[in-house]
């Protein structure tokens, strides 16, 4: 054997150990750490009732994007926690269940670190209006009760509408992943310009909120301008919060304006269907902030309700809840409120999708044209109150009654309310979830109280794990390949020999 020959086998030899030592080192050194799981629990006290959220994310990456997911929601029986008002020191144990649910689903060793927060929305904020120390009383109640657990207490407190928008616009942002892009989705997303944000639309029992990133920058009505500086941008987005816009209390709206117009103590109300009939008292009707500037005075103490299913005499009721004659700014929603020109893609949850998603008007498999959507609510208000509910026995009354009211709300909100067209209608989605998350402002109110979103990007490798093996793998293979294309160069194996003669 010669020199030459003995030298090249000699590294051909070190060189295969080296690519065997290089593919150990990847595998086994470069792992990833194991998770460190933390939690969070956020309460949302609404008007109608209260959701305890239970969320997840590894330690070591809170302040990427899209991380932190939901891993357990439970309902609160009985109402929100502004139906305490006459018994405020239940507000707090009503939550009790749902908080022992928490202290399962989070390992106990845990649970000392865990932040708990509490949240009330537009309930809470009618019910400060009407009974101040009322809603004080239900605040330290539920307070009391949070205290109580091993869970480390951050605060119950009313949220403004202002930042029920905002936190709503950042967990579907954060969810749907708009605001940080990393390594290959960052230049894909470059390359079609889809780096925008999606505006939100929520509507609750008692309020509602619109909030999306407008065209251009205006200073015409700064109470609606809100800044943030996410992941190193820059963001100017207009919210607006309507309290008495949401969908129970635009009812009760409806309802005490329609009661000016009656004569006895019988009113038939086209938005609920045929055969339907309900009672209510008018005294509790009239007590609340959003209705309490009507007349008051009646020779009746009961209203009774005939339905008479009839869409189109409905969304002309509804109509008249949206002043839309004065507007001191250059465009306007309604009742004198600034609304920028619309802009981009909208997410609309809450009642927004639970109405929707029942009438089948999601548009999941291929997206509903707007007339379309009308003329399926119209046929759902048309149909018999018996007939409908044979046909969803299984559906709660109170909200199958009020799902034709509600489709006609909606459309009405949107077309008339905020103008929506047939033309930008399809860019309104309506979600429920995003991945395990349900859409709303708790997970942004976590995300903010707890600083997991940074005002500027955060420094990341450049290669991911996986990636980082894949090239490491990739190399070895080239050099392996090169080495025995070498070897077969110079060693001229006999079989080869023959084949080139
Ligand atoms: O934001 P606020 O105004 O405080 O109210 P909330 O938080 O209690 O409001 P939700 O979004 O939970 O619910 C909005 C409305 O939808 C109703 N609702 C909840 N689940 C529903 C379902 O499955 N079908 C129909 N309606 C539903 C609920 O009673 C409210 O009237
Ligand atoms: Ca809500």
């Known amino acids: 054997m010669s020199w030459t020959r003995k030298i090249l086998l000699i590294l051909g030899f070190l060189s295969t150990l080296a690519v065997i030592a290089l593919i150990a080192v990847a595998v086994t050194q470069n792992k990833p750490l194991p998770k460190n799981i933390k939690y969070g629990i956020v309460l949302d006290a609404g008007s109608s009732h209260t959701n305890l959220y239970v969320y997840e994310w590894p330690a070591e990456k809170e302040n990427d994007t899209g991380v932190v997911q939901q891993v357990e929601v439970c309902k609160v029986e009985g109402p929100g926690i502004s139906g305490y008002s006459h018994a405020t020191e239940e507000a707090g144990p009503s939550l009790a269940q749902c908080l022992r649910q928490a202290e399962e689903v989070i390992p106990s060793k845990q649970h000392q670190e865990t932040p708990v927060y509490l949240g009330a929305t537009a309930g809470m904020r009618l019910l400060s209006l009407e009974n101040k120390s009322a809603a004080d009383k239900v605040l330290s109640s539920v307070e009391k009760t949070l205290r109580s657990t091993p869970f480390n207490f951050q605060g119950a407190r009313i949220i403004s509408g202002q930042e029920e928008g905002a936190y709503g616009w950042i967990t579907i942002n954060y969810l749907l992943g708009n605001f940080k892009q990393s390594g290959w989705s960052k ?26 990133v407008p065209n251009e920058f205006s ?39 329609d009661l000016q117009t009656v004569e006895n103590s019988s009113l038939f109300d086209p938005c609920f269907h045929q055969g339907y009939q309900r009672t209510i008292n008018i005294s509790d009707l009239l007590k609340n902030p959003c209705t309490s500037a009507k007349e008051k005075q009646f020779p009746f103490s009961q209203l009774y309700i005939q339905g008479e299913g009839d869409y189109q005499k409905c969304r002309r009721s509804i109509l008249k809840l949206f002043n839309k004659t004065n507007c001191p700014y250059s465009s306007c929603s309604f009742n004198g409120i600034y609304l920028p020109p619309l802009q981009g893609d909208f997410g609309a949850f809450s009642a927004f999708y639970f109405v929707m998603n029942f009438l089948n008007l999601t548009g999941e498999q291929s997206p509903v044209a707007l007339d379309k959507v009308a003329s399926t609510i119209e046929s759902f208000c048309a149909r018999p109150w018996d ?9 709660k009354e109170k909200y199958l009654s009020e799902y034709c009211f509600s489709g006609a709300y909606i459309l009405s909100l949107l077309e008339n309310g905020y103008e929506f067209t047939e033309k930008n209608w399809q860019r309104i989605h309506f979600l429920g979830k995003i991945g395990s998350s349900d859409a709303g402002w708790t997970l942004g109110y976590m995300l903010n109280l707890t600083n997991m979103i940074p005002a500027e990007e955060p420094a990341v490798p450049p290669l991911s794990h996986g990636s980082y093996v894949g090239l490491m793998v990739l190399c070895s293979l080239v050099l392996v390949s090169v080495l025995l294309f070498a070897w077969l160069l110079f060693h001229k194996p006999k079989c080869l020999q023959k084949g080139i003669v």
Do not use: M, W
């Open 387 to 395: 007939e409908v509910k044979t046909a969803y026995h299984q559906i």
């Open 187 to 212: 230049l894909l997303h470059s390359l079609r310009s889809i780096s925008e944000t999606s505006g939100a639309l929520d509507l609750g029992g008692a309020s509602t909120q619109i909030t999306f």
């Open 219 to 257: 200073s015409e009505s700064p109470e609606n301008l809100l800044y943030f500086r996410l992941y190193g941008k820059d963001y100017l987005v207009y919210t607006h919060s309507f309290l008495c816009y949401g969908k129970d209390q635009a009812l009760q709206q409806k309802l005490a304006r």
